[in-house]
């Protein structure tokens, strides 16, 4: 009787064949560096989103108003003491306020539009300002102030 080796590697235990038993394989992705990242963003952009708001430097005067509660952001008009004129932050001239107002103006002649004079701006450029808006025929216009602090 003779025994017949096969080295053809057919059965499980081939040399091809062989499974490994230790761990199986992971599918699934570690979002956990992912959140962390994400959450450091966060915070960095919470931390620096009111650094970025700054316009143009002025002090506005005080007065006993309530705030106003804002769902959009409206178009700022800004006049310093040497009665520079700023749109949002970019200076214009005197005559180019309105064309400019227009072209910005997302909702027409109902948008929303705040007046920012230094306390030591001149009463007279700050009203020719508003003026000037109002006969081209914007409706909400506003003056900012700020609130008195303890009276």
Not at 112 to 130: E, N, Q, S
Request: net charge neutral.
């Amino acid at each position: 009787m003779g025994m017949s080796v096969s080295a053809g590697g057919s059965g499980r235990g081939g040399r091809g064949h062989r499974r490994r038993r230790g761990r199986a394989l992971m599918s699934e992705i570690n979002v956990t560096p992912f959140v962390d990242v994400m959450l450091v963003l966060l915070i960095i952009f919470m931390v620096a989103a009111p650094l970025l708001t700054v316009g143009v430097p002025i002090e506005l005067p005080e007065t006993q108003a309530k705030e106003m509660n804002a769902d959009t952001q409206p178009i700022t008009v800004t006049i310093n003491r040497d009665g520079e004129i700023h749109l949002q932050e970019t200076e214009v001239p005197f005559d180019e306020v309105v064309p400019k107002l227009q072209a910005i103006a997302k909702t027409g002649y109902e948008e929303r539009i705040f007046v920012r004079g230094d306390k030591d701006a001149d009463y007279g450029t700050v009203m020719k300002v508003m003026a000037r808006i109002s006969a081209a025929g914007f409706k909400n216009i506003g003056l900012v102030t700020l609130q008195e602090q303890g009276t």
